[in-house]
């Protein structure tokens, strides 16, 4: 058991009035204790209490816990998990449940009386994991850079004829030259107007001379995901492309020169947003301007508009602005930032400027 997250999510729990709370996802339980499965339709959690040793429930059939630092409770496949849970709940309290719990555990949980009331508190545990400590910084370190590698493993296959699914499917085996396990999320790849849509799907276009190509891309490597966007030129890019191009460039170096803590995420959004309106694009800037990112590419806490929470050291997001224009063109630009004690620490270091294959 790590004992420095285990305290972070107590002091969270206590602060939201939550004295016990069941934890599902597989991800916040390795983190926590160092021990993974994935359980698929068998019941996993981790009970935690403000004080007191957490308890696992783990079937037999999942590996052995080991000594993952806390009390196992194992259960066979004739066993009732939900009655083995609602036996060291205390059912004087709610019970603080996980985002990730399916109704076909919470509501037999319910139904036996398991707690007094029944409260989300995910945000518990979301929180605690969103600062990252000094391992997870360099983990966060070393996906990226694999990830810039890929990068240029990407343009070396930027040709004519080759088509949108023929890079994607190639880039798995390149994250695994690279030591990475596999993908954080589906790549894209967007040649011409494709990436006018910001979460195009690869199909079987071929690139054509003068396309404009798109990679939004991330690996995960030692649990840990990156993630990043490059657009690229194959001609001379026109006047209103290299316009569309610098705006989006702007905005993203604007928002990365502003993170700080004490700023709030959503001041990082406009940073962005102003750019891209006072270049007469704001409409095409269709979505936030990024997201958390740690265990999983998207984790909970998205830089927009209306999240009014300051930045604290330690946080990893994403800073990808965007103009996309239909049946024209679409560029964006994305990098990882963690937020220092001053500043931020960009993980990208994949060249922004134009660049023509």
């Known amino acids: 058991?790590?004992?420095?997250?285990?305290?972070?999510?107590?002091?969270?729990?206590?602060?939201?009035?939550?004295?016990?709370?069941?934890?599902?996802?597989?991800?916040?339980?390795?983190?926590?204790?160092?021990?993974?499965?994935?359980?698929y339709e068998r019941f996993l959690g981790l009970l935690v209490g403000v004080e007191g040793e957490p308890t696992l429930f783990a079937n037999q059939l999942f590996p052995d816990p080991g000594s993952c630092g806390a009390h196992v409770v194992s259960f066979s496949d004739t066993d009732d998990p939900v009655e083995l849970v609602a036996e060291r709940t205390d059912r004087s309290l709610p019970l603080g449940v996980d985002k990730e719990l399916?109704?076909?555990?919470?509501?037999?949980?319910?139904?036996?009386?398991?707690?007094?009331?029944?409260?989300?508190?995910?945000?518990?545990?979301?929180?605690?994991?969103?600062?990252?400590?000094?391992?997870?910084?360099?983990?966060?370190?070393?996906?990226?850079?694999?990830?810039?590698?890929?990068?240029?493993?990407?343009?070396?296959?930027v040709r004519e004829g080759v088509t949108e699914r023929q890079i994607a499917d190639g880039l798995l085996g390149e994250y695994r030259r690279l030591g990475a396990e596999g993908h954080s999320f589906t790549p894209i790849v967007s040649f011409g107007d494709h990436a006018a849509d910001p979460h195009h799907e690869p199909d079987d276009t071929p690139l054509a001379r003068g396309d404009m190509v798109l990679f939004d891309v991330g690996c995960r490597r030692d649990w840990y995901c990156s993630d990043m966007t490059r657009t690229f030129f194959t001609a001379q890019p026109t006047e209103h492309q290299r316009a569309v191009y610098d705006a989006v460039r702007r905005a993203n170096e604007a928002a990365e020169e502003l993170v700080r803590p004490g700023v709030t995420f959503a001041q990082i959004d406009l940073a962005a947003r102003r750019v891209i309106e006072d270049a007469g694009w704001g409409a095409a800037f269709t979505h936030r301007l990024g997201h958390q990112i740690g265990l999983v590419d998207h984790e909970p806490g998205d830089v927009s508009a209306t999240h009014d929470e300051p930045v604290r050291p330690g946080q990893c997001f994403s800073i990808e602005p965007g103009i996309y224009l239909p049946g024209d063109m679409g560029v964006r630009i994305e990098d990882l930032v963690i937020v220092t004690d001053d500043g931020c620490e960009v993980l990208n270091s994949y060249p922004k400027g134009i660049t023509v294959l």
Request: charged content about 25%.
């Open 102 to 157: 399916p109704a076909r555990w919470l509501v037999p949980l319910m139904e036996a009386g398991a707690a007094s009331s029944f409260v989300l508190a995910s945000g518990a545990v979301d929180d605690a994991r969103s600062i990252k400590d000094a391992r997870e910084r360099e983990l966060m370190r070393a996906a990226s850079a694999t990830n810039d590698l890929a990068m240029a493993w990407l343009v070396d296959q």
């Open 1 to 39: 058991m790590d004992e420095q997250r285990l305290a972070r999510v107590r002091t969270n729990l206590a602060s939201r009035g939550i004295r016990q709370a069941l934890i599902v996802d597989p991800l916040s339980i390795w983190w926590l204790c160092g021990y993974h499965t994935e359980p």
